[in-house]
């Protein structure tokens, strides 16, 4: 058994009337009552640790001000990045698993085609970005693909570097395009009534369209 101490999950289990440890371990723990007894009892006594520890200087809420950490197992995580968005602000995972991430929640905003990466040293301001896609060579030389995810991995690089009106221009020029439902093919099966066009027509119009809000 792996230890793996949800301490704010615990404490917001107790907080809503749950004070029995076993009670809360089995609700912070999928698959506990398929688990050995002595595996259990780890468990339930990994809960009552943490409520000893923090309670008294985190319980009654005061663990929303924090820093939550959330332990969760990949298939449940995969599922609640699309059902909940919004309960997620940094993931820290695996490369293997980060990646099967990414494209589930590049698939809530049309696709890996228009989704932007960036490698990010905050400490030194070193950065590297680029697109989340691979090379699809099967679409070399077609002019077909969507370079929304190169363009805005191009905006981010220039927020990065402090030219924000540089960075906007792109951004309402995209807005502008996919709203006049002028796009690639993978945005066009899912948009009715929209304008196939090719790569570099997207390109054009973007240039087109660059014209700051406001």
Same mark, same amino acid.
């Given at each position: 058994?792996?230890?793996?101490?949800?301490?704010?999950?615990?404490?917001?289990?107790? @907080?809503?009337?749950? =004070? $029995?440890?076993?009670?809360?371990? &089995?609700?912070?723990?999928?698959?506990?009552?398929? &688990?050995?007894?002595?595996?259990?009892?780890?468990?339930? !006594?990994?809960?009552?640790?943490?409520? $000893?520890?923090? +309670? =008294?200087? /985190?319980?009654?809420? *005061? +663990?929303?001000?924090?820093?939550?950490?959330? @332990?969760?197992?990949? @298939?449940?995580?995969?599922?609640?990045?699309?059902?909940?968005?919004?309960? /997620?602000?940094?993931?820290? %995972?695996?490369?293997?698993?980060? $990646?099967? #991430?990414? $494209?589930?929640?590049?698939?809530? *905003?049309?696709?890996?085609?228009?989704?932007?990466?960036? !490698?990010?040293?905050?400490?030194?301001?070193?950065?590297? /970005?680029?697109?989340?896609?691979? %090379?699809?060579?099967?679409?070399?030389?077609?002019?077909?693909? !969507?370079?929304?995810?190169?363009?805005?991995?191009?905006? &981010?690089?220039?927020?990065?570097?402090? +030219?924000? %009106?540089?960075? @906007?221009?792109?951004?309402?020029?995209?807005?502008?395009?996919?709203?006049?439902?002028?796009?690639?093919?993978?945005?066009?099966?899912?948009?009715?009534?929209?304008?196939? *066009?090719?790569?570099?027509?997207?390109?054009? #119009?973007?240039?087109?369209?660059?014209?700051?809000?406001?």
């Amino acid at each position: 058994y792996q230890r793996r101490v949800h301490g704010s999950w615990i404490l917001a289990n107790y @907080d809503a009337g749950i =004070k $029995d440890s076993a009670q809360n371990a &089995m609700m912070i723990e999928p698959g506990m009552d398929m &688990m050995p007894d002595d595996q259990q009892a780890v468990i339930i !006594n990994e809960v009552q640790h943490v409520i $000893d520890t923090l +309670w =008294k200087d /985190f319980g009654d809420g *005061v +663990w929303m001000t924090k820093l939550m950490i959330k @332990d969760t197992i990949a @298939d449940i995580t995969l599922q609640q990045v699309l059902t909940r968005p919004t309960e /997620f602000d940094v993931i820290a %995972t695996t490369n293997e698993k980060g $990646d099967l #991430l990414s $494209d589930a929640l590049a698939a809530q *905003v049309g696709g890996i085609g228009i989704a932007p990466g960036g !490698n990010i040293n905050y400490q030194t301001g070193h950065a590297v /970005f680029e697109a989340t896609h691979g %090379t699809a060579p099967k679409y070399a030389n077609k002019d077909v693909v !969507n370079p929304g995810s190169m363009i805005l991995s191009g905006e &981010m690089m220039l927020r990065h570097m402090g +030219w924000k %009106t540089a960075a @906007d221009l792109i951004i309402s020029a995209m807005d502008r395009v996919i709203a006049k439902k002028q796009v690639t093919y993978d945005f066009h099966r899912l948009m009715p009534e929209a304008t196939k *066009v090719k790569c570099s027509e997207f390109g054009d #119009l973007l240039v087109e369209n660059m014209e700051l809000d406001g």
